[in-house]
């Protein structure tokens, strides 16, 4: 799959509403880490009542960002889904002139600040249990620097480059690998 096939790219503002919503935000997150699941496993790993697993599946995936993967079923009434795609990207700047697609990619973009929030204070709650040598590799940081639009655009690119090259070497077969979360942001601060 190449870059362009495992990302979706969003403008939709009904997919963006869609997605918004914090429980399927988690099924995404879940199928995209884990793999395929089945609704029942999917339903113990978000603590959600199967029945709203499932509404929350379709909905996802009526707008493409899981499908069904019949192939892992043991039987009939066993429904599994993967995601549909390794990443989703979106534009603000396209949405800038469309009141609709702004106000969906803001909500978008704050259920998703809100999903990296639980999942960095679920990291903090459990980090006394890890072992040293990834509690040592953790980092967690902020930086102010004073650049032009182009300068951000480099930047940003840069960190895309760098999340890329990393994403390539990681590999969940090693039995010493474990999912590690690398969120950026770099935005113009309020003057």
């Known amino acids: 799959m190449t870059e362009d096939e495992s990302t979706l790219h969003l403008s939709d503002p009904r997919a963006m509403r869609a997605l918004a919503h914090p429980t399927r ?18 339903s113990e790993i978000v603590d959600e009542a199967v029945g709203s697993v499932s509404y929350h599946l379709g909905k996802l995936a009526e707008h493409g960002f899981v499908r069904e993967a ?26 800038l ?5 702004k106000l969906a990619s803001d909500l978008l973009r704050r259920a998703t600040l809100q999903r990296y929030v639980d999942r960095y ?18 980092t967690s940081s902020d930086q102010f620097m004073h650049l032009t639009p182009d300068e951000l655009r ?17 590999n969940p077969d090693r039995p010493d690998a474990r999912t590690v ?9 309020p003057q």
């Open 97 to 101: 002139a469309d009141p609709e697609r």
């Open 181 to 189: 979360t690398l969120i950026w942001q770099a935005y113009r601060g």
């Open 121 to 138: 204070q679920a990291y903090l709650e459990a980090e006394a249990t890890f072992e040293p040598e990834w509690v040592r590799g953790t």
């Open 70 to 95: 019949p192939e892992h079923a043991r039987n009939r009434r066993e429904r599994w889904w993967r995601a549909a795609h390794t990443r989703t990207n979106w534009e603000p700047v396209e949405m």
């Open 25 to 42: 935000l988690r099924l995404l997150g879940e199928l995209r880490v884990r793999g395929p699941q089945s609704v029942g496993m999917l």
């Open 154 to 170: 480099e930047l940003r690119a840069e960190l895309m480059e760098l999340g890329a090259r990393w994403r390539a070497r990681s």
